[in-house]
């Protein structure tokens, strides 16, 4: 694939930068840093990355409910979709799965602020996965107004 946000691209490396935002490090596309569109607050322009790989069914949380285990007295707001990305048997995707896995590790310890990088690239037994998640909330930063109906009563 030659698309500059397919990870496995020779192109990749250069199109891709982190930046720090007020609640973290976000990976950013470079040429919206350029166009100054990545600000420090919440205007921004995240990287799209597209990797190929196989979903590993068992560690697939994208019900509902997401990854929330009370056996783990979690909060529910923190819980979040996941799954995992294992290297898929294709032939033609197999290498690919490789270079993205090398870049994202380059990547993950480029902003990493111990040596303990398992947050993005994982050993898992004797493969190596990509854990990927996103938080089921996010928190409201404006009132939004109740919805009423046409004789001004309010709606459920």
Request: overall charge neutral; aromatic content about 10%; proline content about 6%.
């Amino acid at each position: 694939m030659q698309e500059s946000y397919y990870v496995a691209n020779p192109a990749f490396d250069a199109t891709v930068a982190w930046k720090t935002q007020r609640f973290g490090d976000i990976l950013v596309n470079k040429n919206a840093i350029a166009e100054g569109k990545v600000s420090t607050e919440f205007v921004r322009e995240d990287a799209v990355l597209v990797v190929v790989g196989t979903v590993e069914p068992e560690r697939l949380y994208v019900t509902p409910t997401g990854n929330f285990n009370p056996q783990f007295d979690m909060d529910f707001q923190k819980s979040k979709f996941q799954l995992s990305l294992r290297r898929p048997s294709d032939p033609d995707f197999g290498p690919d799965f490789d270079a993205a896995v090398e870049k994202l590790k380059k990547l993950q310890t480029a902003i990493g602020r111990t040596n303990s990088h398992r947050y993005l690239v994982l050993h898992q037994g004797g493969d190596i996965i990509i854990r990927l998640s996103a938080p089921m909330f996010e928190l409201r930063v404006r009132r939004v107004a109740p919805a009423s109906n046409e004789l001004g009563c309010l709606t459920p």
